[in-house]
């Protein structure tokens, strides 16, 4: 791929924008196209997952590629990921300095981090909302402060709850 052609994101929302963002400060051209001006206002109870976030040299992120719950924003934070993970591996491969089999790696990462964490946080945060039981709540928010009195078990919580253990587990992810 020759570093004067542009790219083509397929979509203006904040996951499309963070991406064009970080390949136009690296000199990459890029057209942002987006031919839906309406908000979407989609109250999803399920998680989806393609079984590729990569056919080619087309390649998947945000919603694209994991439809959340939105209970618990991680599905917006999640695409953002998506979108360094990808325009970083991107921008090696235009500019020479990675072979574009880097790509399936971001493929692997990212599928990986969206069907192990993202479905089984945000199918945690959903139950813990629905909870109707008056114990299983009274059980829910004593669990959260205890876990907030320890200082230990709290900065573990906040890793987890913001990504970022599972960041680093799934940077740490090579291809065979």
């Known amino acids: 791929m020759s570093s004067n052609q542009p790219i083509l994101i397929a979509g203006g929302g904040p996951v499309g924008l963070v991406a064009a963002y970080a390949l136009g400060q690296q000199g990459i051209p890029v057209i942002v196209f987006d031919d839906n001006d309406e908000l979407q206002l ?15 040299w087309v390649l998947l992120a945000g919603d694209s590629c994991h439809v959340n719950n939105s209970i618990g924003g991680m599905g917006l934070n ?32 990212r599928r990986t981090f969206a069907t192990d964490f993202v479905q089984e946080q945000t199918i945690q945060n959903k139950k813990r909302l629905e909870a109707r039981d008056s114990a299983q709540r009274k059980n829910n928010l004593d669990e959260l402060r205890a876990t907030a009195a320890d200082p230990a078990r709290a900065r573990q919580f906040l890793l987890k709850s913001s990504m970022i253990t599972d960041m680093r587990r799934v940077a740490e992810m090579r291809l065979d």
């Open 42 to 56: 989609d109250p999803r109870a399920a998680t989806t997952h393609p079984a590729s976030f990569r056919n080619g």
């Open 78 to 109: 999640g695409g953002i990921q998506d979108a360094m993970n990808l325009t970083g591996k991107l921008t090696r491969v235009i500019k020479g300095e990675a072979r574009d089999s880097v790509l399936d790696l971001y493929d692997l990462q």
